[in-house]
């Protein structure tokens, strides 16, 4: 990466991270052994990264993607090599359907499901006053009314079994930080945000846990567009303290520490994973 030279800064612990999962040993720590996730946009970007890491720590992946399935069948294969079970379901969040059959899947093949992330994600880019009915509905339905249904589907399957379980959501420092150009992904992140904390309140008498997760500049597909642009992946470069974009494990790490149990007593918060993007301000 460019980060640490376009910002001119020593950069020893600024280098992007180049250790896979196994590499830094939490292949050895099992924190998930006999738990089942369900990971949603799991065939690449931040999703894959977080069904690897649940699934090298021991838990049963169910593998959500939607369009092309290598990238999923390349995700499922990571977990199996590592040890771990996977298992490849295409649904698409937008579809009730398809959310109920995902948590049914998760039931059928593995007995239970104890972790949801809500990863799947979308954004279109577009001036306000030029925004299409049609773009923001479908970055809503993608990025907000997924995440509600497929929490419903997931927690009444725990109401009814009465067992306890975990909610984290993929949402973005755009939760709370203006995007120009994105307003329909900032509503949906934002919504998101609101969600987490409702059903946090909602659902903390079940036992179960509701967090949200804020990604900052990840290098995944999302971004496929400004990483191929010099000049403005510079600016963000110099925008963000560490010097460098993150990597789905940077996230991977975060939520896997949120689905464990040190994380018990930890419900209706956003923790942002983005090298210090948000709390930058320089005007001198
Ligand atoms: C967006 C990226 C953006 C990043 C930082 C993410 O939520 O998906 O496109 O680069 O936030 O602004």
Redesign the pocket.
Known sequence: MAGSESNSRPNTHLKPRTGTVSSTGVKAMNRFQGKVAIVTGAGSGIGQGIAKRLGCEGAKVIVDYVGSPDGAHETEEAIEKAGGEGKVVQADVTRLNDVECLVATAWDQFGSADILVNNAGM?KKSDFLETLESDYEQVMAVNLRGPFFLTQAFVRRLRDAKKSGRVINIS???EDMA?PGFASYCCSKGGLRMLMRNLAVELGPLGITVNNVA???IETP??KA?LADKPKLDA?LKNIPLGRLGEPEDVAGLVAFLASDDASYITGSTFVVDGG?MRNYREQ
Do not use: D, K, R, Y
Request: aromatic share 8%; net charge negative.
């Open positions: 954004e973005s420092v755009h995007f990604p900052g500049a999302i971004n400004l963000l993007l």
